[in-house]
């Protein structure tokens, strides 16, 4: 490990508190499928998410390849701006976590990174591949998890469909556990990525990142925040999507599970920065409308997808404005 500097600690520091509401707030998210449909007690739940949470973050890199080193040019520059994307995805998440929504800590981050980066370089931020696979994965990426829960509750109705329900229901909570676990290994490689790839943009790792590698000081300090995290997460994030927008049946909480964990796994390895959030919200929705009418409950559904439309601006205009701050103080 390279000797560090106070700004380097302090970068460590923000990534770390970042990483911990990030595993506190997401993480718990995706394991809310196992809670409402009672394969696990809310405490199993999370100090399981929160082991597999932080193996799944000690793998991977392509995702966090594209956080820091396709959005903004790595240079003398970076430090700030790093500082400046993490504390705006720490007010957003705050704000939007004290108004009761489960906003998306990654995309607040990755909003923060663009508009720091505004500040920084100008609007060819905009232009850059990494942005655009940013724009892609907000939309694609619960799209896809919404389809693949569709389509996986519509075919396991199709085969089960002549099975006794209690032992149909008894195998999915089973196999229930295993993807409840891939699911947190999922969120831990994809988002715990878009960390390192921040903290290494600031830390002026970009020729580490180059070889697909992250420094592993990096990587163990996001692993331990996010596996932290989880583990002191609260029920009432759990309810907010497990249990209000949708009551869970094994089927629809396998289907949840398999289809979100099959994307975040694809699509951190391909190094698409989907959002663990959205990917899980996404899933829910496309199960709910695979099953009965009117099973969503869409007046909560509504200002999820609301905070999902201004969390990538928002906390582009917090992140710029950061970085404004920095110019003007002494």
């Known amino acids: 490990m390279p000797e560090l500097t106070g700004t380097a600690v302090l970068i460590l520091v923000a990534g770390f508190v970042f990483a911990f509401t990030n595993g506190w707030a997401d993480a718990v998210r995706s394991i809310s499928t196992a809670v409402s449909t009672r394969v696990w007690s809310p405490l199993q739940a999370v100090l399981l998410a929160g082991v597999a949470n932080a193996l799944g973050a000690l793998f991977g890199s392509e995702v966090a390849r594209v956080v820091g080193l396709s959005i903004l040019p790595p240079g003398p520059d970076a430090p700030p701006v790093a500082l400046a994307a993490l ?48 724009l892609a994965a907000a939309v694609l990426g619960p799209l896809g998890a919404g389809l693949g829960g569709w389509a996986l509750l519509a075919l396991l109705r199709a085969l089960l469909g002549g099975q006794p329900v209690g032992l149909v229901h008894r195998w999915l909570r089973h196999l229930q556990v295993l993807s409840a676990a891939a699911l947190c290994a999922g969120h831990g490689t994809s988002d715990g990525q878009k960390v390192m790839g921040v903290l290494a943009l ?35 994030v759990v309810r907010s999507l497990g249990v209000r927008v949708l009551h869970l049946d094994p089927p629809s909480g396998f289907a949840t599970e398999t289809s979100s964990a099959a994307l975040l796994l694809l699509a951190a390895a391909t190094g698409a920065p989907v959002s663990a959030t959205h990917a899980v919200t996404g899933a829910i929705l496309g199960v709910g409308a695979a099953g009965r009418t009117g099973i969503v409950r869409w007046g909560l559904a509504g200002p999820v997808l609301w905070v999902w439309a201004v969390t990538l601006p928002g906390a582009a205009a917090v992140g710029y404005a950061l970085v404004r701050l920095q110019a003007v103080l002494p």
């Open 87 to 134: 504390f705006a995805g720490l007010l957003w998440v705050a704000v939007a976590t004290a108004s009761g929504f489960p906003v998306s800590s990654s995309h607040a981050l990755l909003g923060g990174l663009v508009g720091a980066g505004l500040a920084r370089s100008g609007w060819g931020v905009l232009a850059t591949k990494g942005f655009k696979l940013v």
């Open 202 to 236: 600031g830390l002026g790792a970009a020729p580490v990142l180059a070889r697909s590698e992250v420094p592993a000081h990096v990587r163990l300090t996001v692993a331990i925040a996010l596996g932290l995290g989880t583990a002191v997460g609260g029920w009432a």
